[in-house]
C-alpha cells in the first residue's frame, strides 16, 4: 500500500518545487481593502492631485470615513490594518506614537525594500 502512494508524494513534491510553493498571504488589511473598497478606489485615488490624506491621521480618519460611509461596520482594529495596508503600499507615512504599526503587515522577502506603487502616467 505504501508503494501506491510514493509516486502520487513524489508528483506533489514535483508540482510544489515548480510553482514554488503557496503564494504570499495578504494581509488582513489588503483583504479588507480589496474586497470592500477597491471597486470604487483604485490606484489612481491615492495618487490624484486633490487628495484629502497628506499624514497618517487623515489617511487613518478618511479609512474611518469611507468604512461608515459604506456601512462596512469595521472595528479600530479593522480600521489600523487598511490604514497599515495603504500606507505601507502608498503613502509612506510615520505613524505617530504607534510603533507596532512600523511592522510591515506581511513580510517582505529577504532584501526586498517597501515598494509603492508608481503614480499613473500622465500627459
Given at each position: 500500500m505504501l508503494r501506491g502512494r510514493a509516486p502520487v508524494a513524489l508528483v506533489l513534491a514535483a508540482c510544489l518545487a515548480l510553482h514554488g510553493g503557496p503564494a504570499a498571504a495578504q494581509s488582513r488589511g489588503e483583504l479588507l481593502?480589496?474586497?470592500?473598497c477597491v471597486a470604487c478606489h483604485d490606484v489612481k485615488m491615492h495618487w490624484r492631485g486633490r487628495k484629502?490624506?497628506?499624514d497618517w491621521d487623515s489617511l487613518e480618519e478618511q479609512v474611518r470615513r469611507w468604512q461608515r460611509a459604506s456601512s462596512l461596520g469595521w472595528g479600530d482594529q479593522d480600521i489600523m490594518e487598511v490604514s497599515r495596508y495603504l500606507n505601507d503600499r502608498f503613502y509612506g507615512f510615520t505613524p505617530p506614537s504607534a510603533?507596532?504599526?512600523?511592522t510591515?503587515?506581511?513580510t517582505a522577502p529577504s532584501g526586498a525594500g517597501p515598494t509603492k506603487a508608481a503614480p499613473p502616467d500622465r500627459p
Open positions: 481593502y480589496n474586497t470592500n484629502l490624506v497628506n510603533t507596532s504599526l512600523l510591515p503587515s506581511v
